[in-house]
């Protein structure tokens, strides 16, 4: 197996430039909401106390973030060493995701100057859903950034750090399963507490296992559209024969999350509900017939040795499991007497920000850091490639 | 407490019934913040064969705190001490007098040794060697020493017990002082007011019965469950002192609206009790001073009742954020406005485009591969 390097060349790219412009964005409204309160900058209310930074920055964001849980999973756990060249791409972007989710809480929190207190033990409540999430993303920050840390190493040529970390990489990797398995689920738990201000369509018990379900198909996805992207942009090879065998997993987990999803709904008789044509319903019926799009294509073993299908299937997916992700978090969430929400300028061009400045850091990063296992070229590797293809 | 205890116990309870005797304990336990799982525990302890002695002294007071506990009705009085304490001793409701009345003390006394609950009422003057209060030819500090000595459990109630109150009042001519101080190595439960809640009394010796310990004490001895917050963080007028709505004398506008008593002298900022949220005994609701339009005089505070002047006002000890006025008309939020809807609709435009754009790259390039392999 060859082994990640930095891939080198020149860093300002118009991509990053335009990155940088909406980085400057963030700043502006940051510093706004930092010196005139949460309330100059959002739409924020007492009926929707949380909007598009949690629903989108972390709910949404922690799930994109997922690849690099789930690569973790299949390497580490599972001992799926072909997939290796995946792990440290979709850990880089899980590092700057679960970060990102973790300035967004920090701007979302009216006080954010009692944060600390998350930290100290006697202030903690340990029969809270919302501390159980909070201290896992707030562990997983940190076990995210070790896991990435050999990547410094190599660098850096930190050779005591690096035999340092390679004694505790076990443990590491052990937290890095074992904390989005937590935290995952209980985002779900957390608008399970929401009872019945959330419309019934997402509102079940089952929450915690659908969250957990999305997270893991929405990394598999995350892995195969950042995978394509950046093996397309930075020339790094086909990596098509890697990405069906991931897509065949995410057939059958979202297969499986399918059957729950439906049968639960049809269990608690909401299914006349789900095609009643109300615009909650049709919210439902979109959000899963973009999974579904996903999974017929993923389904099929020609479409999936086929770059083009892939692509498609993983976007549908990403878009179906955020859209399941947003309706349970707003649109499907009415606390009732006439609140209404709808993120503001600013509120949205925070969010823009952070997804500007996930992007602008990646780009950089793989340039300095050894993330991308280069292939060789294309053509050469076909043959070698063909027989499992 | 099932319905056979009730039946062994029945002649005690007399009229109460065992509805009522329930409600009783689970009100005990609602003063004292304790779970309805102990309801059942006070019960039991309270309808135990074994009453629990209790003797009651008086020194230096006017009997405001008895008079109190007099008109608590749940139950009445004379059931709780004949029948569920045993009141040995008690010297404004013995019914002997003289001398029989001092044999009945000691008989107590010497039977309960180490067990009885010692109640004291009133301050304990030691000037001149106490000769201010004499009791049966003996001064009342050497009563309360002798006596003291052999008590399980002491409580000091009132005021004047705990610190000397309104007896101890500058400049207090017979150097009255609260019993802590005659029995300064025991443990002394003070439970002040002028008079206290006779609940607070009542709670911390079921208290005791129940589990065998005294409820949690702050750095004077005061019941934490009664004394632990100030009178004014929970007060009925308090919205008024937030928003700076006060009465500015008696029988004016503000006075007359019920606003906050702050600037005629209340001593609620500066008094620990549970007046605000326990009211008074069983005067029934709106009846505590306050409520009755009379701003608190602090008598449950040393250094506050009777030592700072009725009409001064007090300093307030957390000031905290105003409540600020609830708005008549609230503003439930805004829904999507042009230039939102239109940043949004934007950014998911391009995105959607770069994202077909770069599949449509895709296909062209696998198209080519499927070419070259065929």
Redesign the interface.
Known sequence: MSKAKPLGGRIITPTLFICVIFTGFFLYFAVQRFVFGIGSVT??????PWGIWIAYDVVVGSAFACGGYVMALMVYVLNKGEFHPLVRPALLASMFGYTLAGVSVFLDIGRYWNAYNLYLPWQMNFHSVMFEVAMCIGTYIFVLWLEFSPAFVEKWHLTKAGSFLNRIVFALIALGVLLPTMHQSSLGTMMLMAGFKLDPLWHTSSLPLLFLLTAIFMGFAMVIFEG??SS?IYDLGDETAMFSKIARIVSWVLGFYMVIRFQNIFMRGELGHAFSGSFLGNMFLLENVLLLVGLVILGAEKKRS???AL??AA?AILLGGSLFRFNTYIIGFDPG?????????G???IT?GLIAIEIGAYTVFVKFFSVFTTHTP?KSN?KER?PHV | MSKEDSNTVKSRLGNVSRRDFMKFCSAVAATMALPGTVVPDIAHALTSPTRPPVIWLHGAECTGCSMSLLRSEHPTLEKLIFDLISLDFHETLSAGAGHQAEEALHRAVEDNYGKFILVIEGAIPLKNSGVFCRIAGKNFVDTVKDIGRKAGAIIAIGSCASWGGVAAMEPNPTGCVGVQEVLSDKQVVSIPGCPPNPYNLLSTIIHYLTFKKLPGLDQQNRPKFAYGRLIHEHCERRPHFDNGRFARSFGDEGHAKGYCLYYLGCKGPVTYANCSTNQFGDAGSGCWPVAIGHPCFGCAEKGVGFNVPQFTTSPVLHTTPGAGSAPITLERGEGASPGSAALMAGVAGAALGAGAVFTAKLGGKEVDHEDKKA
Request: aromatic share 20%; glycine share 6%; net charge neutral.
């Open positions: 739409n924020l209310n007492d009926g929707f394509t992207l397309r086929n770059p083009q692509f498609v976007v007497t006439g609140w209404k929400y709808f993120p503001s300028v509120e949205q061009m823009y294309v076909q063909i």
